[in-house]
């Protein structure tokens, strides 16, 4: 049998209460305005955009470095009605030039960005980049919202970021504090936490059902490992909500996701739901930066009692301007010289709870003994 993902059931995965607002509570929010979205054409990035759209903004800007990424969600928007105001811009957030003049031609209100490399194993064999444009393409982005007077940039973090054992989690970390370093009354800045986005790029689910069609085996990489999950409607109602929330400081914010999920239960979901009982399930083993079990608050977080506005709410540590500008430019300083012995022990000083891979401590340690 052949599985479409737009076809299949979650109810009897997830298990629990979807947190969900009704998009259309934020037509007031976005009507009228000028919407950026950075990764527009992504996974999540685009369905914001859509969502965003149809709330009839003043302009929406949809900001991707992919060609082909952009093409996609530029060509869904070309065919809706009102398809004038929506303007794609091939760019990243790491180029203030091109930043500049899109805030200077279109001066932004709101912003979600959704821009960023998220695949944890390709990140540990590709940690300057990843650093580059998580970490210094959003600290690009939010010192040009706030310069220009943006009122709100809302940022899709991760768990990853919660005591994080990868340099993607680590970087994500390091661009929640940025956010709540340079966010001020004029320029609100939020980071909303989220788990797996069932159906997303890099997501688990699209990889299973392509070895379901194959015939199997589906790959786990090990038997205990789990992982919060939650639909892409979801998501998309949780960063709205987020982003329109009463809060008046910046800060970091998680939705109810009720109980971890094991991934060989998710495997064995869409198994069964293919009718295909013979297909087995083999075990890969942990891959680099890979944990068992992802956290949404850290030891050194405090929770906010109750919701807020449909989701949970964290104070924590901060950097300082200061100390958030002597950090990036000891991690610029080993980007220019590649050297990424400096860029860990400048990372875990910033992010102490982080814990570099071994694959990575071994690297640096190799390229110091050269």
Request: hydrophobic residues 45%; proline residues 4%; glycine residues 8%.
């Amino acid at each position: 049998m052949t599985l479409n993902f737009d076809n299949l059931r979650w109810d009897g995965l997830l298990r629990r209460p979807a947190t969900r607002y009704d998009v259309g509570e934020f037509a007031n929010f976005h009507a009228g305005k000028n919407v950026l979205v950075t990764g527009a054409g992504g996974s999540i990035g685009s369905a914001l955009a859509r969502a965003v759209f149809v709330a009839g903004p003043h302009s929406l800007v949809l900001l991707d470095s992919s060609e082909q990424n952009l093409f996609g969600i530029h060509t869904h928007l070309s065919k809706m009605q009102g398809s004038e105001r929506h303007v794609p811009v091939l760019g990243s957030v790491g180029d203030q030039r091109c930043l500049d003049d899109i805030f200077e031609r279109y001066h932004p209100d709101v912003i979600y960005h959704a821009a960023a490399l998220k695949h944890v194993p390709l990140m540990e064999l590709n940690p300057f980049a990843v650093v580059q444009n998580n970490v210094f393409g959003t600290f690009t982005l939010a010192a040009t919202a706030r310069r220009f007077g943006a009122e709100r940039l809302t940022m899709i973090s991760t768990d990853k970021a919660v005591n994080p054992r990868s340099i993607m989690g680590a970087s994500k970390r390091l661009a929640e504090f940025v956010l709540l370093a340079l966010g001020d009354t004029g320029t609100r800045m939020i980071s909303i936490r989220l788990g797996n986005v069932l159906g997303s790029e890099g997501s688990v689910v699209p990889l299973f059902l392509e070895q379901i069609e194959r015939g199997g085996p589906v790959t786990v990489t090990d038997p205990a490992v789990e992982r919060y999950f939650m639909s892409m409607e979801e998501t998309v109602s949780c960063i709205l909500g987020a982003a329109a929330s009463n809060l008046t400081d910046s800060g970091i914010c998680f939705p109810d996701m009720g109980e971890p999920i094991k991934i060989v239960d998710v495997a064995q979901y869409l198994i069964e739901q293919a009718s295909a009982k013979d297909i087995s399930i083999t075990y890969s083993g942990l891959r680099t930066g890979d944990k068992l079990h992802e956290e949404f608050v850290a030891d050194t977080d405090v929770m906010s009692d109750g919701l807020l506005d449909g989701l949970h709410w964290i104070d924590g540590p901060r950097l300082s301007e200061s100390a958030l500008a002597e950090g990036l430019a000891g991690l610029e300083a080993a980007l220019l010289a590649m050297n990424l012995a400096k860029l860990l022990a400048t990372l875990t000083r910033l992010v102490p709870e982080y814990q570099p891979s071994e694959y990575l401590l071994k690297q640096a340690a190799t390229a110091v003994a050269t």
